[in-house]
């Protein structure tokens, strides 16, 4: 197949298929981040066992991840607005693939350190030079466009655990890292093939160098390094030196990033464009709500209601098999009717969950959980694709690509405020009163969100 020119196909039948293919190489490429930082909860017994770790020494593979991912996502944006998102996108499916094939032959855990890290990277190049192509390119049902590649980077973090909980048994732990070939295979074929070329640009490495702001993406890192392990330290003895240096790193951060130019997150931007904020504001309470169930339940499901990992990877499937129904359903809705109404029905889908954990959470039984869980899965459909097609829609033209990054950034911070919470509530035991008392943090959450929802709906009137 040829690839397509600049503009796209006119012919409506040779451009149906031609933004299907398109579709399918950027979701193909886009569902390993979100894919990878779940999956690698039900390998962390085997890698712990392989290496001779403690469980703290070894959760920083899914703590390297998430601090990677953070940080790559806008600067990997920024790479693809400068040199081409074709070009990044192609370079980060090459990246990921090292680690693919390296990771079942390392000896040492401070090399599957690394190696995971340029998992993160190399992944982290995709999401956002994919949104960019889209933006670019796919006009027309564009939140139809969005929702389909929804389904592959957002709802398939829920089904992380039921894929690892399934291969680990046939190929161990190192499974999880060579699952990923024939997806890297497969979206680098399409996007090869089916991707406009880029712009030529003539940019020399002099003149990109100032546009990623090094000491900024450092300081950022940091930041996230110390303040995580700040926090991570309540549960072994607080360290509150990690706690000032991570509190001194984001301050110097701010302070640079509000005196450059080109600064590698653009502040400014979020203070001129308030939309922008709160979507990223709402993305990150959404995720810190997906991400509490996704790691707080499967343990209540194994330890309380004795599910085995089987069963309790199945049972969470109810929350990713709605997800994806209603995402497209979505889509659609939102090219008729705007991102509002799906926005706060999703909302409400989700209050009703929080509700049922936090309330009423010893009588519902495995049985309970199913429709409280594909109620929970249809919210966090429809908010998912309407913060993805608002925060293309609020982004500036010229900064789509951080943008996009930055979203990705905010599922990250809200994975992490989730790991946190999930520590701390689960730190000396598990029962139903504390999955009870994570129902209550999730319904604060929620609450938050419609709030937010209302300013985010004046907003965009």
Request: aromatic fraction near 10%; hydrophobic fraction near 55%; glycine fraction near 10%.
């Amino acid at each position: 197949m040829k690839p397509m020119t600049t503009p796209l196909l006119e012919r409506r039948e040779e451009w149906r298929q031609s933004r299907a293919l398109f579709l399918l190489a950027v979701s193909s490429g886009t569902i390993l981040n979100p894919l990878n930082s779940s999956m690698i909860s039900m390998a962390l017994h085997g890698i712990q066992h392989a290496y001779g770790l403690s469980f703290a020494a070894v959760s920083w593979v899914i703590s390297a991840f998430y601090i990677s991912s953070a940080a790559g996502q806008p600067v990997m944006g920024r790479l693809g607005d400068v040199f081409g998102r074709k070009r990044v996108f192609l370079a980060g499916l090459a990246i990921a693939f090292i680690p693919a094939v390296a990771a079942p032959f390392v000896s040492m855990f401070s090399l599957l350190l690394v190696l995971r890290v340029l998992q993160a990277i190399g992944t982290s190049a995709i999401y956002p030079s994919g949104m960019g192509l889209v933006r670019r390119y796919i006009t027309e049902r564009q939140a139809a466009a969005l929702a389909v590649i929804s389904v592959f980077s957002s709802v398939t973090v829920a089904i992380g655990p039921t894929v690892g909980g399934f291969l680990i048994p046939l190929g161990g732990w190192e499974s999880i890292f060579t699952v990923n070939i024939p997806f890297l295979f497969l979206s680098f074929l399409l996007a090869w093939t089916i991707f406009p070329r880029d712009e030529q640009r003539r940019s020399s490495l002099r003149e990109v160098l100032p546009q990623l702001d090094i000491p900024g993406i450092l300081l950022f890192a940091a930041a996230l390094l110390l303040l995580l392990s700040f926090v991570l330290s309540f549960k072994t003895g607080i360290k509150p030196l990690l706690g000032i240096g991570g509190g001194a790193s984001l301050l110097l951060f701010i302070r640079r990033e509000l005196r450059l130019e080109n600064p590698f997150i653009n502040l400014r931007m979020f203070r001129d464009h308030m939309a922008l904020t709160r979507v990223n504001v709402l993305f990150i309470l959404l995720n810190i709500y997906n991400y509490s169930l996704l790691f707080g339940l499967p343990a209540y499901l194994q330890d309380e209601l004795k599910l085995g990992l089987e069963g309790s990877g199945l049972l969470m499937l109810f929350i990713s098999a709605f997800g994806i129904v209603v995402s497209p359903l979505t889509g659609k809705w939102v090219d008729r009717s705007g991102v509002l109404p799906p926005l706060f029905l999703g909302a409400g889908c989700m209050l009703i969950g929080a509700v049922s954990f936090a309330f009423f959470l010893p009588a519902l039984g495995w049985k309970g959980l199913i429709p409280v869980l594909s109620v929970m899965g249809t919210g966090y459909g429809f908010q998912n694709v309407s913060l993805q097609t608002a925060m293309l829609r609020a982004a500036p033209p010229g900064e789509i690509g951080v943008a996009s990054g930055l979203f990705q950034t905010s599922r990250y911070l809200g994975a992490i405020a989730s790991s946190v919470l999930i520590g701390s509530l689960f730190a000396a035991d598990l029962s139903a009163r504390h999955v009870m008392e994570l129902g209550l943090m999730l319904l604060l959450a929620t609450l938050l969100s419609l709030l937010l929802s209302v300013r985010l709906m004046r907003s965009l009137r």
